[in-house]
């Protein structure tokens, strides 16, 4: 006997975006699924550029839904309706999944469903949902987070990544396969959305570091490759070692050993972005010494490998 299909219930966010809430209609508008976009406010509702949309269901699309979807919200305005929430909470109550993409995690969060969960959202947006949130354990790095009854998606592309692997999860690889051919997304990547953070930048000179290691960081940074220590550090900055590491934590905010780790990876980032060198050949040139150390870096900080890191952002 056939299964059912999984009956799934977009719901429709004044101001949404329209990417986040295009996805799921283009991953879920297939055999296996009914896709049913439902209003959360009564008539019709606005939606980023000025466009209006009109809905064929409200809330109560929620009531008999398999899996119910909340898209990307509008942060600092939008502020879900109470009956809104309460839908949502019935809903999970009574065993429907529920999947937020990117800022859609507020929604679900404001509905109280994801106190003491482990939750993925935008990285921009991270520190805000802690902020709100305190209950809610944040995972600024993954691209999604399954937590079995409730998923929850980093921002915009993410999404994708998400419905794609509820796809896998109900109908299996091959399902997931044919579905991201048919969109011409890869079916999966590698890595997670910490290799989409900026690059954080040094204090400059004259901020919060002042005069005293502006000169110092100047001199470490364009000796990146050379096997710096703490020692030498301090002493062009000459200081005792344990008086620069406090002055240098308080200065800079970490310690120097940790700022020149992350100083070195994001020389590699420089070097895999706008070369062609070998990875070995990157790894010596930032300081990190060999192609395997570099690899171990880039797993551990950014979830993905030199190779895949440069064929995404090779400019």
């Known amino acids: 006997m056939s299964r059912p299909p999984v009956r799934v219930?977009?719901?429709v966010l004044e101001e949404t975006s329209l990417f986040e809430l295009a996805v799921p209609c283009a991953v879920f508008d297939q055999p296996g699924y009914t896709l049913t976009l439902c209003g959360t406010a009564p008539g019709s509702q606005s939606a980023a550029g000025g466009l209006r949309l009109e809905t064929a269901r409200g809330l109560d699309a929620l009531d008999d839904a398999d899996l119910v979807i909340v898209p990307a919200c509008v942060m600092g305005t939008y502020e879900p309706p109470?009956?809104?929430?309460?839908?949502?909470?019935?809903?999970?109550?009574?065993?429907?999944?529920?999947?937020?993409?990117?800022s859609g995690a507020f929604v679900l969060a404001a509905a109280g469903l994801l106190d003491g969960r482990t939750v993925a959202t935008h990285w921009m947006y991270?520190?805000?949902?802690?902020?709100?949130?305190p209950r809610v354990r944040v995972d600024a790095q993954s691209l999604y987070v399954d937590d079995g009854d409730i998923l929850t998606s980093a921002g915009t592309a993410a999404a994708i990544d998400l419905c794609l692997h509820i796809v896998?999860?109900?109908?299996?690889?091959?399902?997931?396969?044919?579905?991201?051919?048919?969109?011409?997304?890869?079916?999966?990547?590698?890595?997670?959305?910490?290799?989409?953070?900026?690059?954080?930048?040094?204090?400059a000179?004259?901020?919060?570091?002042?005069?005293g290691l502006a000169p110092v960081l100047?001199?470490?940074?364009s000796r990146l490759h050379e096997p710096l220590t703490v020692v030498e550090l301090a002493g062009r900055a000459g200081m005792s070692t344990r008086t620069f590491g406090r002055y240098f934590a308080r200065e800079v905010g970490t310690t120097p050993l940790k700022w020149l780790n992350r100083q070195r990876l994001?020389?590699?980032?420089?070097?895999?972005?706008?070369?062609?060198?070998?990875?070995?050949?990157?790894?010596?040139r930032s300081g990190i010494g060999t192609g395997d150390g570099l690899r171990q870096h880039f797993r551990r900080a950014l979830g993905t490998t030199p190779g895949a890191y440069r064929r995404t952002f090779r400019t």
């Open 205 to 211: 000179a004259g901020g919060r570091t002042g005069e």
């Open 9 to 11: 219930a977009v719901t």
């Open 218 to 221: 100047d001199w470490a940074l």
């Open 126 to 133: 991270a520190e805000e949902l802690r902020r709100r949130h």
């Open 82 to 102: 109470p009956r809104l929430l309460r839908a949502l909470a019935a809903a999970h109550a009574r065993g429907a999944r529920l999947a937020s993409l990117c």
């Open 266 to 284: 994001t020389r590699a980032r420089e070097l895999l972005e706008t070369t062609d060198l070998p990875v070995d050949s990157v790894a010596e």
């Open 168 to 203: 896998r999860r109900d109908y299996g690889t091959r399902a997931a396969g044919e579905t991201s051919r048919r969109m011409v997304v890869a079916p999966h990547r590698e890595g997670d959305q910490a290799q989409f953070v900026p690059a954080p930048a040094r204090p």
